[in-house]
Nanobody
Framework: QLQFVESGGGLVQPGGSLRLSCAAS????????IKWFRQAPGKEHEGVSC????????VYADFVKGRFTISRDNVKNTVYLQMNSLKPDDTAVYYC??????????????WGQGTQVTVSS
């Protein structure tokens, strides 16, 4: 079963930074694309960024390009999302998951508990 533990969220002022972690539990994430999603109150999950398994190529939603960076550490079995220049619109619960591929909006398995990011002054 593909399970993750997300962490690193918190309250930050606009313009601040956070680094989210996505630790795989019970499986090795080397062979999977890993995608970060977020869900703001009253909205559906939306894709934020994805990192491929084969060549490490990355994909970003337009609204985070230039501000967020996704990376993976296969030794630590963890994927990271470095978030800089945060805006109030980035406020959401952030989740990581395994998609069929980085262009997909669907995931395998179910959502984890996520980590709350709140950007506010």
């Amino acid at each position: 079963q593909l399970q993750f533990v997300e962490s690193g969220g918190g309250l930050v002022q606009p313009g601040g930074s956070l680094r989210l972690s996505c630790a795989a539990s019970g499986f090795t994430l080397d062979y999977y694309a890993i995608k970060w999603f977020r869900q703001a109150p009253g909205k559906e999950h939306e894709g934020v960024s994805c990192i491929d398994s084969s060549d490490g190529s990355t994909v970003y939603a337009d609204f985070v390009k230039g501000r967020f960076t996704i990376s993976r550490d296969n030794v630590k079995n963890t994927v990271y999302l470095q978030m800089n220049s945060l805006k109030p619109d980035d406020t959401a619960v952030y989740y990581c998951a395994v998609p069929p591929d980085c262009s997909s909006r669907t995931i395998f398995g179910s959502w984890g508990q996520g980590t709350q990011v709140t950007v506010s002054s």
